[in-house]
C-alpha cells in the first residue's frame, strides 16, 4: 500500500494484558541394557522377522513414512500443488 491510500486507525484503545506461559519436562523411560554382543543368528532372524512384520503392517495401513524435515524446494511450475502445502 501507498501511504496515500492508508486510512487512519480508529476507534478506542484499551490496555492489553497478556499472560505468557511456558513449561518444559524431561522424563527418563526405562531404558533396557543395551547390547553388548553381537546377536545370534536366532535373535537376529527374529528382528528381521519383526521388521517384515512391520513392512506388512504399514503397507496393509497405507502409512507413508518420511524422514527429514520440511521440503527445502518446491516445484517450479506449480507451487501450489498439495504436496507442497500439507
Known amino acids: ?3 496515500s491510500s492508508a486510512a487512519p486507525i480508529s476507534g478506542g484503545v484499551d490496555k492489553c494484558v497478556v499472560e505468557f506461559g511456558h513449561e518444559m519436562a524431561v522424563t527418563r ?3 533396557s541394557p543395551r547390547v553388548t554382543k553381537p546377536y545370534t543368528e ?3 532372524a527374529e528382528v528381521l522377522k519383526l ?3 512391520v513392512d506388512r503392517d504399514l503397507a496393509a495401513g497405507d502409512v507413508r513414512l518420511t ?5 527445502t524446494f518446491v516445484a517450479v511450475d506449480d507451487r501450489d500443488a498439495p504436496e507442497w502445502n500439507t
Open 1 to 3: 500500500p501507498t501511504p
Open 29 to 31: 523411560i526405562y531404558e
Open 42 to 44: 536366532a535373535q537376529w
Open 51 to 53: 521388521g517384515e512384520q
Open 67 to 71: 524422514m527429514g524435515g520440511e521440503p
